[in-house]
């Protein structure tokens, strides 16, 4: 019989209005890396909570190296040796790395904290996982792929024999995420067992052994990796099939809606980060922007909504010159929004689903009338939302807080699309959702498109640019390089553009 | 109990209640260990919080100005502020109230409105500065606020000394036409100094609640206060936020101030030191979850605490500083709630 380092059998968590966890059971042995596959808000994540001691389960045993234990608090999980990596990091941000990484179990030496020990070992740990993290720099100034590895240090500072991954993928450059690929297939060289949760079926197909499939709260099954195949684990997580492709027709571009002329945009350091660029988005088509992050997407975001001041240049929607004007003006000329970052940006996370619905429209009719708040409108207009958009939450009562992360996802898109805006913003908008929901959010984007109205699209996968995309503009050093049909390329040429080469026929743009 | 825990609601109510409790079992150990009788202090305590009909009348004077400056600090608190200088904002809403009511001579419903307006624009202005300083250079207000705290006491002083001094450290008494003095609440409550200030405190919590739950500025003022972030995407002015909500939180506390200026003394003093009302409004906060209507029930629970503190002392010789003790437990207890869910949470395993 096989040795498993994890046994979580018939585990039940309920939430007030719902069974997040209800029967499962994961089995995991040594050495494996353990894929958990499941929809956006099927109860991965707190199944994960429930094994690293966050929460206490209902009902069900856990095992760890075939004894049955308790797990408290993840204080408990830490001794057991138990890491978790969590889908959005717990890190303090003045803090330096090695500060982060011993909060909670400080080394002292006659009272005082000894950061040069821990320094010297995290910089050890850091070379033999091939992580190459500084131990000696702030948290807010490194990178969410080097945030991420930090997250990994802490796990393996405490000893962690077994590591928890929640959506690590989801956040990264497809660069960062073959860096952390590398360093999960160390880490399982040197006996750890590693449980990865994704939504990325080609993650799975890569490196993981196992893989359990988990839906609306119910464990499907567990199945070997190397007998299946994409479409097999879709089905089994969704319940029906899925098209990785979206079906679209033909665009027919009409007048230009957005308009960017020689924008220059600083970033925090005050360095020029968008530097001359110029672009249009014309009504009824999907532009996609491809490029390698920090070519200043981020800047050239915020420089459009109004959430950044632009240094030079002028942008246009439709026309009207909306260049440092506030947010709210441009966003009442017509501008929708999905973010990068949806708990720093996208929601306000202590107001209930229904009221961050209306985060643009709460002061105007009919949510609002003389400045009253009408919220029998706002959550008859957030059940409306909720519905169309498949969020799944209790009810639109529960604060924003409380939903998966991929439900969270939808319920911003589910905001800003249907507000049907001239110029609509997508930024990562797929990000950590699941097959099925990204399959629908893309067909709600080309049907925005449809409708006339323009769409740009950002995002680091390559592969949703090409599917989605009608033009595809490649963004570096803060300029359109070169802007191609995606029908007429590849993803090597695209990698060639994004890193600064150039293509052989000139001057299509 | 499980249930319980769940029941997010139902805790937020039940801590602050449970820690009063606690707060008074506390006391009542102290008194033995210090060889006082407990029953008889108790018993002393009650009866200087709600025993007679005068207890029961100068415990609600006692709480009106408790409830404005616990609207204040809760208001600020529930915008992501932390309004420490309700205490300078209560006392120059105090003067301007005075000042008001003894400049001018005008019909008495009219002249009343117009002090205690006087006393909410003098405090909101005063709490607009620490508003303005944050928005627009980001100090943090706590400092402001401290330190303007003693430029009101100063100020305060020395203008009553200039312009409005009766003498006796006093200034000049305000007219009748101003007064909120109430010779029929305080013959029915057998001769307190009740007045009609609790109705504004009253009107004031219903305002803040109305203002934070049921409009599209309280809305953006949590949303600012939430995530500002999030808040400025949405296009929401911070900075106004910010400004807007110090001001409304002072003027809560000048109107504090109008309750002792225009109700209880119906003149100022030349304070040397500060009153203590606008600091209690952090603790009246506090207890009440700062919640509009866990706010007034704070405030007559330690405004009958303080008033009943003498007689506490008078009947049962128990030193009338214990009820500082207790109302600093009673804060330290819910200060402590996460203690108090932990401790709940392992009763109710138990209890399985
Ligand atoms: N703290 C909480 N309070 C109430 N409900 C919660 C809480 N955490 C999760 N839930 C609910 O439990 C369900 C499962 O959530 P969970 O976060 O485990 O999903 P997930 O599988 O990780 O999804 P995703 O892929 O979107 O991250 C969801 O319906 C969610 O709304
Ligand atoms: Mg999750």
Not at chain 1, 237 to 263: C, N, S, W, Y
Not at chain 2, 10 to 31: E, K
Not at chain 2, 288 to 293: D, I, K, L, R, V
Request: a neutral charge.
């Amino acid at each position: 019989m096989q040795e498993y380092v994890i046994e979580m059998n018939n585990i039940r968590k309920e939430f007030p209005g719902i069974v997040a966890n209800d029967n499962i059971t994961l089995q995991v042995k040594k050495g494996e890396i353990h894929a958990l596959l499941g929809e956006n808000g099927a109860g991965k994540s707190t199944l994960m909570n429930v094994l690293f001691g966050l929460y206490q389960p209902e009902k069900g045993e856990i095992k760890v190296k075939g004894k049955e234990v308790k797990i408290t608090d993840p204080n408990v999980a830490n001794r057991l040796g138990i890491g978790m990596v969590h889908q959005h990091f717990m890190l303090v941000h003045n803090f330096t790395v090695t500060e982060n990484i011993i909060l909670g179990s400080e080394p002292t030496k006659g009272g005082k904290i000894n950061i040069e020990d821990a320094a010297k070992k995290v910089s050890e740990l850091s070379q033999r996982y091939g992580l190459s993290v500084d131990p000696h720099a702030k948290i807010e100034d490194i990178s969410v792929g080097m945030q991420q590895r930090v997250e990994i240090l802490k796990t393996l500072y405490r000893g962690a024999e077994i590591l928890i991954f929640d959506e690590p993928t989801a956040v990264l450059t497809p660069q960062e995420i073959k860096e952390l690929i590398q360093i999960m297939e160390k880490l399982v060289q040197e006996g750890k067992s590693i449980i990865l949760i994704t939504h990325k079926l080609k993650e799975i197909m890569e490196v993981c052994d196992r893989c359990t499939v988990i839906r609306k709260g119910k464990g499907i099954g567990t199945v070997n990796v190397s007998e299946t195949n994409p479409d097999e684990l879709a089905a089994l997580m969704v319940g029906r099939e899925v098209h990785f492709k979206v079906e679209k027709q033909q665009a027919t571009p009409k007048d230009v809606v957005l308009e960017i002329d020689q924008l220059v945009v600083h970033d925090a350091r005050d360095i020029p980060s968008v530097n001359g660029l110029d672009l249009n988005v014309r009504a009824g088509e999907i532009l996609g922007i491809a490029g390698v992050d920090g070519n200043g997407q981020t800047e050239l975001i915020e420089g459009i909504t109004g959430l950044r001041k632009v240094k030079s240049g002028s942008i246009k929607i439709n026309g009207k010159d909306v260049t440092n004007l506030p947010a709210r003006k441009i966003t009442e000329t017509g501008l929708g929004h999905i973010p990068q970052d949806r708990h720093k940006h996208g929601l306000v996370l202590d107001y209930s689903i229904g009221a961050n619905m209306v985060l643009q429209t709460y002061y105007q009719k009919p949510f609002s009338k003389s400045g009253i708040l009408n919220y029998g409108k706002i959550y008859e207009k957030a059940r409306k939302l909720i519905e169309e958009y498949d969020v799944r939450t209790p009810s639109e009562f529960t604060p924003a807080r409380a939903l998966s992360g991929g439900n969270q996802q939808k319920a911003i898109i589910a905001r800003e699309v249907d507000r049907s805006p001239d110029l609509l913003i997508a930024a990562q908008p797929t990000r950590g959702l699941d097959v099925g929901a990204i399959e629908f959010i893309h067909s709600k984007l080309i049907e925005e498109r449809d409708n006339g109205k323009a769409v740009l699209l950002i995002s680091f996968e390559l592969e949703e640019v090409m599917n989605v995309s009608d033009r595809i503009a490649v963004i570096y050093e803060g300029r359109i390089v070169d802007i191609v049909d995606p029908k007429e390329t590849s993803e090597q040429e695209l990698g060639l553009l994004m890193a600064g080469g150039k293509r052989e026929r000139e001057g299509v743009l | 109990m499980q249930n319980l825990l769940k029941n997010e609601r139902l805790f937020n109510i039940l801590v602050p209640v449970i820690s009063a409790i606690l707060g008074m079992l506390a006391g009542a150990i102290i008194m033995v260990l210090g060889n006082y009788d407990p029953v008889a202090g108790f018993e002393a305590l009650f009866s200087g919080m709600f025993g007679t009909p005068k207890a029961i009348g100068e415990t609600i004077r006692a709480a009106s100005p408790l409830i404005l400056s616990g609207l204040a600090v809760g208001f600020a608190f529930k915008t992501g502020l932390f309004n420490i200088g309700v205490e300078g904002q209560l006392l120059v809403g105090w003067l301007a109230s005075v000042w008001v009511g003894y400049a001018f001579e005008l019909p008495a419903v009219l002249h009343v409105t117009l002090s205690i307006l006087a006393a909410a624009v003098a405090g909101g202005l005063w709490g607009m500065i620490p508003g303005y300083l944050k928005a627009k250079f980001k100090v943090h207000e706590v400092i402001v606020t401290i330190m303007l705290n003693y430029v009101a006491l100063y100020v305060t002083a020395d203008l009553i000394k200039r312009y409005l001094y009766a003498g006796n450290e006093k200034s000049y008494r305000i007219h009748e036409s101003a007064s909120l003095s109430s010779p029929f609440l305080s013959q029915i409550t057998e001769g307190s100094r009740l007045h009609w200030g609790i109705m504004i405190a009253l009107i004031a919590a219903v305002i803040m609640w109305f203002i934070l739950e049921k409009t599209a500025t309280g809305y953006e003022l949590k949303s600012v206060g939430y995530n500002q972030h999030a808040s400025m995407y949405a296009g929401m002015n911070v900075s106004k936020n910010v400004i807007l909500s110090m001001t409304i939180s002072g003027a809560f506390a000048g109107m504090a101030g109008a309750m002792e200026g225009l109700g209880t003394f119906q003149n100022m003093t030349v304070l040397s030191s500060f009153t203590g009302t606008g600091f209690d409004g952090i603790a009246v906060a506090l207890l009440g979850a700062n919640n509009a209507f866990g706010i007034i029930l704070s405030s007559l629970l330690f405004g009958g605490l303080n008033t009943a503190a003498p007689q506490m002392n008078f009947d049962a010789n128990v030193p009338s500083e214990l009820i500082k003790i207790i109302i600093a437990l009673i804060i330290f207890f819910v200060a402590s709630g996460y203690i108090i869910r932990v401790i709940a949470a392992r009763f109710s395993k138990e209890g399985k």
